[in-house]
């Protein structure tokens, strides 16, 4: 029963966190697209690891965008303590997603092999 419970908060908190960055938040150094693509918290609920990822091709550009969200976590932890209806609200920990730019680079590397090419339409080489 606890593990669902768990589940539904983590999923109503990275649903209310996207929100409140992007409607709430008004930092100009949150330029680039971002998504909240995780939010786990711990079974005390005394803290949340919230995975943000960050869509940019200029690395400076990025990096300013998630420091200006992680300069951001004590206005998204008191919005979200509006927007909830828990007794305590864990303190927000942001880490940067790099799942996606892995996922890139494995693509690349897998298009990269040659399966079959010497074969002819038999399958014989």
């Given amino acids: 029963m606890k593990e669902k419970r768990e589940k539904r908060l983590n999923s109503e908190m990275q649903k209310l966190i996207y929100e409140i960055l992007t409607t709430k938040i008004k930092n100009p150094y949150i330029t680039e697209m971002f998504s909240v693509t995780d939010v786990s918290v711990t079974s005390d609920l005394e803290t ?5 990822s960050v869509y940019s091709t200029n ?3 990025k990096k300013a ?3 200006a969200i992680f300069a951001s976590s004590s206005q998204v932890r008191y919005e979200l303590g509006k927007l ?7 303190e927000l920990r942001f880490k940067m ?6 996922g890139e680079k494995i693509d690349k590397i897998i298009s990269g092999f040659t399966y079959g090419d010497n074969d002819d ?3 014989n080489r």
């Fill in 65 to 67: 965008t998630f420091e």
């Fill in 97 to 102: 997603d790099n799942s996606s730019e892995y």
């Fill in 48 to 52: 949340a690891d919230v995975y943000i």
């Fill in 59 to 61: 690395a400076d550009r």
């Fill in 121 to 123: 339409e038999n399958g």
């Fill in 84 to 90: 909830m209806r828990i007794r305590y609200i864990p």
